[in-house]
């Protein structure tokens, strides 16, 4: 088994141990030493670094099994690494707060299922290379998010649509609602801060309690003297001023417009009139468009206040994405259904319906009259007729030569119903009557309704 030296520039970091191949033997293994600088490298008795992930200016992060729990779970090993050499009083302190900051990235990692779980921290101390003085490190080890960042992402498939943009800054915004409302500034929003798991799903990384440390110790806390990433940052943190929620919805809009763009972000801004220039690079909509820029306007008091805000603005343009996707999943019948019953009826389509609905009503009631010799309930079966008619072509069932087509059926049977009683053309007359009479009272009350939404 490969395990990893966690001491900063040990020369030859990778250690072999052949008793470490079965699973039954790490667990009851004593304590291994690298060869090359004698480092220990089963940390607090329980989690075997086995990969370098990253090493930043903070410190750096290794892959690890926690050999502890029944499969061996993954994990990652974050160590920080003090700035420069500290008294033993400022190392105190450095392991207080350490320890505070850890209590609350337990807490939000458990109550947020968008941010790693915390599992353990620890101090180091160990004898130094060349032996003569004791040096201290510290560590966190949390959930290992099994997937890509989004800054490999892009690398990997190109820039990110409109939706898919959108769904970053949806869910980060989220992530970002919970943490300010508990008094947490990230400080440090960018693509591979952001990670996708195998299923979809976006976490934010990196909150990094040690950037609280090395503030504290430098006697500016509150302050982000050295807290940002080049690019992301707004003015105030990079003139190590005070920062606000609205920091990091700037360096989240930034975030976005790289996605966007496939562009870096020293390629977007524009130093010498203090904007960013990335509008014509990608055909966004207005509504994205006017809040990415709000979000990355150079005073935090321009900004959005809150990711809420942030949220609220952008329901509209989530809304308006959801039914164009809605429509472009619909079959291609399903889409002339779904555009025909949207579509308004002109007064000429509501007439003429009218006029025909009344035709047919009118053979109808002319032949219930000859065969039960009951105006009243032919009149009321008339009336009911002409109802499901114009229904039908409300929900457009019928429409067009249908309406012709039944009042040609209907009026041989009821010539031949009333032969002996009334002619042709008085069959027809009262027929004409009948359909005008609809038109008439549709035409009223078209009239009424037009009246009353006026009023109203």
Known sequence: MEVYCTRPHCPRPLNHFTDLDETALIRTAQQKYCTSCGMPLILAGRYIPTKL???GGFGAAFLALDRYTPAMRSCVVKQFLPAGSLSSTQLK???DLFEREAVVLEEIGYQHDQIPDLYAYFPVIVESVPLGRQEQFFYLVQEYINGENLEQELIQKGKFSESDAVFVLSSILKILEFVHNRGIIHRDIKPSNIMRDKSGKLFLLDFGAVKLITN???GTLGASTGIYSLGFAPPEQMS??????????YALAVTIIILLTGKDA???FDSYTNQWKWENLVNTSRTLTSILNRMLLPAANQRFQTATDVLNALSSLQLQQAQHQHQTQLQPSQQVTHLTSKAQFSLSQILIGAGFSGLEGGLIAIALMTLIKSPAISLGISVIVISLMIFAQFRR???GSDLIIFPLITLPIVLYLVRASLSIPQVLFYAVIAGLISI???SLFRLIYKVLSMII
């Open 53 to 55: 992930l990253g090493r």
């Open 266 to 268: 020293t390629e977007l």
């Open 240 to 249: 190590g001023g005070q920062v606000f929620p609205s920091t990091d919805l």
């Open 440 to 442: 008439a009272v549709t």
């Open 93 to 95: 302190v450095a392991q």
């Open 216 to 218: 504290s110790l430098t």
């Open 397 to 399: 069932w019928v429409g």
